[in-house]
C-alpha cells in the first residue's frame, strides 16, 4: 500500500556495489514533492548508479529506496507508470520521427489521449515533427528525450546529465525546458556536473564525491557554508599591488596576464585594500568583485574531501 | 502481457524497417536473387537430363531408333553430330564432356544377330569423352545400362530379376521446386538470428533498452513482439520468394497451414539462439561474428542448397543435429512430398528445439545491466 508521505524520494543509507567496487557508500538524502533536486557530482561519483537504483533499474547491495511512498525493490510495476525518465545519452530510433517516437512510448504507457502536440510545443519541436530522430542534433534528440520522460505525466521525473555533451546553445534550450518543468511544479531529480545547471535550476543541491554525498542545501545555502568570501581580481596591475597584498597578510595568487586574484573573508577588507594601493600609488586597470559560485563549493568540498580520505591517500 | 504494447512495438520496428533500405534490400531481395541465379543455373540440370552428343555413321533406320531408345530410357538429352566432324576435335571445340559414336555397320550386324542369330555378328560403340570432366562417368554409367538391355534383349533371353523405376514424387519435380523451400528455411533463419542480434546488440549499446525498461513494457512483450515482427518479414519474404518463383520457373508446390506453421518454428529457433549470443556477445562485432558463427554451417550443411546425401557420412550425420535441417525437410516434405506425417516428426523436432532455446533465451535475456 502507497504510503502519504510529504517527500517523493527518500533514500536511506543506500549502498551499491559492482563486485569490488563500491560505487555508492552508505547515502541518505530525501527531496521534497515539486522540489528540483539536483545531484552534482564528477564523472564516476555515483550519481547515475544512485538514480538507476530510485528508477528501479538497479537493485541497491543495501539500505532503503522509497519513491512515493513505496520500496523500489517491490513495487516496479506501480512505481514505473508514475515517473518519467530521460537516461544518461538518451538515444532512440534512428528512422522513427519525433512524432512517432512519442507516440510509440505515450503507447507503452497505455496513454492513449497523450496529449502528442502538447508534448512536441513544450519541448519546442513543433518544426521538426516529422524529422527522424537520426537527422536530429544533439539538442534537439535531448529535447525529445525530456517530451518522451513527460509523456504519461509523470510526478516524479528524473534527468540523467540532460545537457552532456550539447554545446552552449543547445544547453541553454533544455534549460528552458526544464524551467517550464519547474514552473509546472514537477519534481525533478537532475543529476549533472555542471555547476552552473545546477544552481540555475536547482531548490537543492546534493554534491557527491566517491559514493558519498559530501554537502546538501539549497544552491545560497552551500555558497554560504562553504565559501563565504568575496573575490577581488585586479586587472593588469604592476608589481606594487601583489606585494601590498602579501605585506596586509592575504595569499594574492598572480596570473600569467598580470591580474591578481585575492580572496576576502570580510567586506570591510575591500575598503582597506583599496585604501593601501590607493596610498602606495600603485596602479591597476580594472577590479572584479565577485561571490563565489558553486563551482568554488564544490572543489573546496571535494578538495577537503580528498584530504580527509583514509591514511593510505596521504604522501608518505 | 499487454497486447497493445506488442503492437506499438511491432508498428515501431516495421516503420523503421520499411525506411531501411539496406536492410529491405538483404531481407527481400537477396533470397529472390538466390532463387534466380541458382534457379536459372540448375533449370537445365533438372531431374537429371544428361546432355549428350551422338554421331550416327551408319545413318540407318536402325541407329536413329537406337537414339530415340537413348532419348527415352537413358533420359538423354540429344545433340547429333554430323558423321563427317572429327568427334575428338568436337569434344574439344564445343566444350562438351561427352560424345557416342554408332559406327558404320550398325544395322548390318544388328539384322544379322537379330535375324540369321550370327553370335560373331557385334557392334562397337564409341565414348570420346572428356575424363577431366565430373559427370562424364556418371554419363557412361547410365549409357552402359542402357546398353546392356539392348545386348541382353538381343541374346532374347528373358531378364531373370526385372527393374522398374517408380519415383517418391506423385509428379515430376524439378530441381527448383525442391531449392525454393530450402531458401525459404534459409532465408527466415538468417532475418530472424541476424536482426535479433543485430537489434538488441545496437539498442543495448544505444541505451534504448535502459530507456525501455523505465517503461510499463516487459521482457516478455519485448521477446513477443520481436517474434511477431520477424514473423511478419518472414511471411512477407517467403510471399516475395514464391511469387518470384512461380512467375519466372512455374514452381509447382504445394502451399498449406505447414508453411506459416514452419515459418513460426524456424523464427522461434533462431530468435531464441539469436538471444542467446546477445546474450555472452555483447558488443554488436563480436554479435554479429558469432552469428555468422551459427549461420554458415548451417546453411551449407543442413540441406539448403543441396542433398545432404552429397555429403561424406560423417557430414550427414552432423547435418542431421543442425535445427535447420529439419526446417528444410520439414518444408520440402509438405511443400513437395506433400507428406504430412514428415512434416509432423519434423515439425515436432524443430518445435521441441525452438521451445528450449527460446525459454533459454528469456533467461539469458536481462535488462538490469549489474556489470
Known sequence: MTKETEYAIEVDKLTKRYGDLLAVN?????????????????????????????????????????????????????????????PQGFSSFDRITVRETIQYYSRLFCCMNADIDGLIDLVNLKDKAKEQYKNLSGGLKQRLGIAIALVNDPEVVFLDEPTTG?????????????????????????????????????????????????????????????????????????????????????????????????????????????NAIKDAGALYLGLDIRKPNLEEVFLKLTGEALRENPPEMEPK | ????????????????????????????????????????????QDNVEYHL?????????????????????????ITMVHPSINATQYVRD??????????????????????????????????????SSSSVSTKMDVLNGVLAGVNQELSGMPPFIKSVKKSILTKKYR????????????????????????????????????????????????????????????????????LVSYAVFHVSLHISAWLPAFILLDVFAFVGIGMILTRFAREAQSAAAAANAVSLPMMFLSG?????????GFLQKFAKTLPLFYVNEGLRAAMVFEDNMAALRDAAIIGVFAAVVFILGIIATKWEDDK
Open chain 1, 26 to 86: 552508505d547515502i541518505s538524502f530525501t527531496v521534497s514533492k515539486g522540489e528540483v533536486f539536483a545531484f552534482l557530482g564528477p564523472n564516476g561519483a555515483g550519481k547515475t548508479t544512485t538514480v538507476e537504483v530510485i528508477e528501479t533499474i538497479r537493485t541497491p547491495t543495501s539500505g532503503k529506496v522509497t519513491l512515493l511512498g513505496m520500496d523500489v525493490t517491490k513495487k516496479k510495476h506501480d512505481i514505473v507508470p508514475r515517473i518519467g525518465v530521460l
Open chain 1, 166 to 274: 550539447l554545446d552552449p546553445r543547445a544547453r541553454h534550450e533544455v534549460w528552458e525546458v526544464l524551467l517550464g518543468l519547474k514552473e509546472k511544479g514537477k519534481t525533478v531529480f537532475l543529476t549533472t556536473h555542471y555547476m552552473e545547471e545546477a544552481e540555475l535550476l536547482a531548490d537543492t543541491v546534493a554534491i557527491i564525491s566517491k559514493g558519498k554525498v559530501i554537502a546538501m542545501g539549497s544552491p545560497g545555502d552551500l555558497i554560504e557554508r562553504n565559501a563565504n568570501y568575496l573575490a577581488l581580481t585586479f586587472k593588469s596591475v604592476d608589481g606594487k599591488v601583489f606585494e601590498i597584498l602579501r605585506k596586509m597578510g592575504f595569499e594574492p595568487v598572480l596570473d600569467n596576464h598580470k591580474n591578481v586574484e585575492v580572496r576576502v573573508e570580510h567586506t570591510y577588507d575591500v575598503q582597506k585594500i583599496l
Open chain 2, 1 to 44: 502481457m499487454n497486447p497493445r504494447i506488442i503492437i506499438a512495438n511491432l508498428v515501431v520496428k516495421l516503420l523503421s524497417f520499411s525506411r531501411e533500405k539496406t536492410t529491405m534490400f538483404f531481407v527481400i531481395a537477396f533470397p529472390i536473387i538466390l532463387i534466380l541465379l541458382f534457379g536459372t543455373i540448375f533449370m537445365s
Open chain 2, 53 to 77: 552428343c551422338v554421331q550416327d555413321l551408319d545413318q540407318t533406320k536402325s541407329s536413329k531408333e537406337s537414339i530415340n531408345a537413348l532419348e527415352v530410357n537413358g533420359n538423354f538429352k
Open chain 2, 94 to 131: 564445343n566444350k562438351v564432356n561427352l560424345v557416342l559414336i554408332i559406327p558404320k555397320g550398325f544395322e548390318r550386324s544388328l539384322i544379322r544377330r537379330k535375324f540369321f542369330n550370327d553370335l560373331q555378328a557385334s557392334v562397337t560403340i564409341t565414348y570420346i569423352y572428356d575424363p
Open chain 2, 175 to 242: 530441381f527448383i521446386e525442391f531449392f525454393v523451400p530450402g531458401i525459404i528455411a534459409m532465408a527466415v533463419m538468417t532475418l530472424s538470428l541476424f536482426s535479433t542480434v543485430d537489434s538488441e546488440t545496437e539498442l543495448r549499446q544505444k541505451g534504448i533498452i535502459r530507456k525501455l525498461s523505465t517503461t510499463p513494457i516487459t521482457r516478455t512483450d519485448w521477446i513477443l513482439s520481436n517474434i511477431l515482427y520477424q514473423f511478419t518479414l518472414g511471411v512477407i519474404c517467403t510471399i516475395a520468394m514464391l
Open chain 2, 304 to 312: 539448403s542448397f543441396f542433398p545432404i546425401e552429397l555429403m561424406p
